[in-house]
């Protein structure tokens, strides 16, 4: 018997799990209050951890106790097996009752009001006991939600290499922005428009950070224009969509929103060409994590909605 052999027959994941509260609660009076045992016990469970692997995992002081480089390395594979664990459980529940069941998906607020509410109403329709969690935020969180195992599917626009020998990445279609108006703009009716006659129109856009306005200041920039100053500058689309009906403002959107039939009856892309305002839109999963059938459902779903936008010019 070798010495992992031998770690694994003393190795309890009790004992993992005392080590992960301990270190939440940043002490082993308050983890045994949370898990209902007594202090004793708790620190028995960390000396058997610690014993079984030969390292020292905390590290004690006046103000708590901390985990060591050793105890983190635990820790972080304690996430992933707990993890796994709960969604065996979650397997096994959906496999007994296909018409229930729970996911967590993490994208962006436009994908999430659009290839993902879609995927939602299909799947709800059909299964109404079926639990979505959807978070909405940029790539980065995208990515850091799914290391964290908080959510197990991503849909993100593509932002920089991702590591692909941890994270699956799949391409789903190629966003392209568009200029969108109010329906009753007389723009709109226009049959073709420079990108040089907008630059002093009145502009409701996005946080000056986000990725949304990146790509709109390159397009004007790509054609030798400095980017319009924003008369209003906020993150909520339903606020900048209501200024271009009732204000005449203009503002960049995606290209998919406007694809979904009847999103947005009163908003008109106009014909301006942006050639540098296209990029992926991803489906991102973890390599080594199985997922969930509800997972597999959802994405193959996912992929039928986006098949046209896929196919759009």
């Known amino acids: 018997m070798g010495p992992l052999d031998r770690i694994e027959r003393r190795l309890k994941l009790h004992d993992v799990r005392v080590l992960m509260s301990v270190v939440e609660a940043g002490s082993m009076a308050k983890a045994a209050q949370r898990l209902g045992a007594s202090q004793p016990a708790i620190s028995r469970s960390i000396a058997d951890l610690e014993h079984a692997l030969g390292v020292r995992l905390l590290e004690r002081s006046a103000w708590g106790v901390a985990p060591t480089q050793y105890g983190d390395a635990m820790i972080r594979r304690g996430i992933a097996v707990f993890d796994e664990l709960r969604a065996g459980v979650k397997d096994i529940e959906f496999l007994t009752d296909p018409t229930a069941g729970e996911l967590r998906i993490g994208c962006p607020e436009p994908i999430a009001s659009g290839p993902v509410l879609a995927v939602i109403n299909r799947l709800s329709r ?5 639990v979505f969690h959807v978070m909405t935020g940029n790539a980065p969180s995208t990515h850091r939600g799914l290391m964290d ?18 994270l699956r990445v799949e391409k789903l279609f190629d966003d392209e922005l568009v200029i969108a108006a109010g329906a009753r703009n007389p723009l709109v009716r226009r049959r073709r428009i420079e990108l040089a006659e907008l630059a002093h129109e009145k502009w409701a856009m996005p946080l000056n950070d986000s990725f949304t306005t990146a ?27 209501r200024l271009l009906v009732t204000g005449g403002f203009l503002t960049m959107i995606h290209g998919f929103a406007l694809a979904v039939p009847n999103k947005f009856p009163t908003i008109r892309p106009l014909p301006v060409a942006l050639p540098t305002a296209r990029r992926p839109i991803v489906i991102i999963t973890l390599r080594k994590r199985v997922l969930s059938p509800l997972a597999e459902s959802f994405i193959a779903n996912i992929r039928s909605i986006a098949r046209p936008l896929a196919r759009s010019p």
Do not use: C, K, M
Not at 149 to 166: N, Q, S
């Open 126 to 130: 059909r299964h109404p006991r079926l």
């Open 149 to 166: 195992r908080t959510i197990e599917v991503g849909i993100t626009r593509l932002v920089g290499r991702l590591d692909e020998d941890v």
């Open 215 to 241: 790509l709109a200041a390159e397009a004007f920039r790509a054609q030798g224009l400095e980017p319009p100053v924003a008369t209003v500058v906020t993150p909520s689309q339903s606020l900048r969509n």
